[in-house]
């Protein structure tokens, strides 16, 4: 059975129409290879109260939520602040790998506050907002997503 994911972009421009979201199609590109489907995709402004709504919706609804985008250290940047009060247990290692390996290709890479927590069997994975980052980060966490996923579905002995 496949994971059910959920992707939500975080954007004041794309949700009002004036840029277009290619961070929210990339991330859906990767689905296939974490044995996920889509079972929603949305836009969603960069307010906190918003965005910890839109993800409210999901937990306990799907194995995986995406985000992507407000992750960065401009104001409206606030994706973080706005998912941590949701999060059971945090998954530090997943923005530690993201960060590190994005390093090796820039050092602003360091600037980037991505993460992951886990709540009510649902795993939480805030991606940057470029749709070359988002991409290469689902690469390189694939592995940690899909088992993350199966363990949460009882898939994977404890």
């Known amino acids: 059975m496949p994971n059910r994911a ?7 421009s794309r949700s009002a129409g004036s840029a277009e979201d290619r961070s929210g199609p990339a991330i859906i590109e990767q689905l296939p290879s974490l044995d996920s489907v889509l079972v929603h995709r949305e836009i969603v402004p ?3 109260d918003r965005i910890r ?3 409210k919706t999901w937990i306990g609804r799907c194995e995986i939520i995406f985000t992507t985008g407000g992750t960065g ?9 706005a998912i941590r009060p949701l999060i059971e247990r945090e998954l530090p290692g997943f923005g ?3 960060r590190m390996r994005a390093f090796e290709k820039t050092p ?3 600037v980037s506050r991505g993460g992951a927590g886990v709540a009510n069997n649902t795993l939480m994975v805030w991606l940057p907002g470029s ?3 988002a991409t290469e980060c689902i690469e390189w966490l ?11 579905r009882g898939d994977t002995p404890h």
């Open 6 to 12: 959920v992707v939500l972009t975080i954007s004041d």
């Open 142 to 152: 694939a592995p940690a997503i899909r088992h993350v996923a199966a363990f949460l």
């Open 46 to 48: 960069d307010d906190p």
């Open 73 to 81: 250290v401009a104001a409206r940047d606030v994706t973080p602040e």
């Open 96 to 98: 530690e790998a993201m």
């Open 53 to 55: 709504d839109a993800v």
């Open 108 to 110: 602003l890479s360091v």
């Open 131 to 133: 749709p070359g980052a």
